[in-house]
């Protein structure tokens, strides 16, 4: 990020705090409302509240106030960057000056395939042995209850592996869980054919 003083800059647009409203300022310094932008919705919507909050903190706030508008309008111009994929120059309501906000070049990191696998064939395996031994352990019992069993298990882990399938490293022990779900229920039918 660099800083210029206000109007030396190399920007594509300009995010500023007119009032209470966000205003994006092109090329040929015509002030425009950031829906014309094609923005996310929510994204036009924390830039408004964003100049209001640095519209009522500009004159009275106390500096720590100050100085979070400054870093929320910031991030929002980050953001901004990133959906127009153009330089930004954020016009900071506190420092003054315009700071340019380059779109993040950064890619997303590879998949670690080798390391997620291997957490995944772990949690798969203690999966099975679990699953296994319970449904062994009730067989003796009756083997409906053992399928009951396995039946209640599935649906009681069920919603954490639909709520972990996306985070990015529980993801492998979600997968390696299902997994062991599945090769369970087969070493269970398999016991029961023989």
Known sequence: M?????GVTDADLELHAHGDRAVVVGSGDAAADPERLALPEDLVTALHEWARVAQAVHDGGDREVRLL????????????????????????PV????????????TAEPTPWGTGLTISAVAATIAVVM???????????????????????????????????DVPVWRWVAYGVAAGIGCGWVVL???LLG
Do not use: F, N
């Open 131 to 165: 699953l296994v031994a319970l449904a062994e352990a009730l067989s003796e019992t009756s083997r409906w209850l053992s399928a009951l069993a396995m039946v209640l298990v599935a649906a009681g882990l069920a919603p954490s592996i639909w709520l972990l399938r």
């Open 189 to 191: 039918l398999l016991s």
């Open 95 to 106: 420092e003054g000056g315009i700071e340019l906000i380059r779109p993040s070049s950064a």
């Open 69 to 92: 508008a400054s870093s929320r309008g910031r991030q929002l111009a980050a953001r901004v960057a990133g959906h127009a994929g153009v330089v930004v120059g954020y016009a900071d």
């Open 2 to 6: 660099t800083r210029h003083r206000r």
